[in-house]
């Protein structure tokens, strides 16, 4: 049985993978309109998709352990980000931010002694280190890129077969 404490808190992690959803779902379709960035798009549709399965792996297991999972509310992604760089530097900013969320949430678990809780979140700590790598890898290259057209070419083309992989 989770405690209240633990529920909350899980609960405010739904939000986070909800809201990161949104936040990619936006991204997909402001990349969806600029031209030759179809690669992009759909990394960004595909990423809104794993988003939204981390969310439901938590409200699965919140009800299982005899918890109440809440559907959050969403607020509409900001679009701070103007150019492609930019895009995946939130990205990479945004992933960095649910680490250290989900980081919380261990602490938490731990001192609430809930083990089970402990255990079930360690998917989370290990999906979080591939996910700032990936964040980190595509920012690399496009300060490699600059604005070489046929670098950006490719590294559209990169992402399209990365998610296809
Ligand atoms: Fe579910 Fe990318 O954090």
């Not at 939204?52 to 918890?67: A, C, V």
């Not at 607020?75 to 680490?99: D, G, I």
């Not at 591939?130 to 496009?142: I, P, T």
């Amino acid at each position: 049985m989770l405690s209240k404490t633990i529920q909350d808190a899980l609960n405010k992690q739904v939000l986070v993978e909800a809201q990161s959803s949104q936040a990619y779902l936006a991204m997909a379709s402001w990349a969806d309109i600029q031209p030759g960035l179809k690669g992009v798009t759909q990394f960004f549709f595909k990423h809104s998709d794993e988003e939204r399965m981390h969310m439901l792996k938590l409200i699965q297991y919140i009800n299982e352990r005899g918890g109440f999972a809440i559907i959050p509310a969403l607020v509409q992604p900001t679009l701070t980000f103007v150019s492609l760089k930019k895009a995946f530097e939130e990205l990479f900013r945004h992933e960095v931010n649910v680490s250290n969320s989900i980081n919380e949430l261990v602490d938490i678990a731990l001192n609430e002694k809930d083990y089970a809780t402990h255990n079930f979140l360690q998917w989370y700590v290990n999906e979080q280190i591939e996910e700032e790598k990936l964040a980190r890898e595509c920012n690399d290259k496009l300060e490699l890129i600059g604005d070489d057209k046929s670098g950006l070419y490719l590294f559209d083309r990169d992402i399209m077969l990365m998610g296809n992989e």
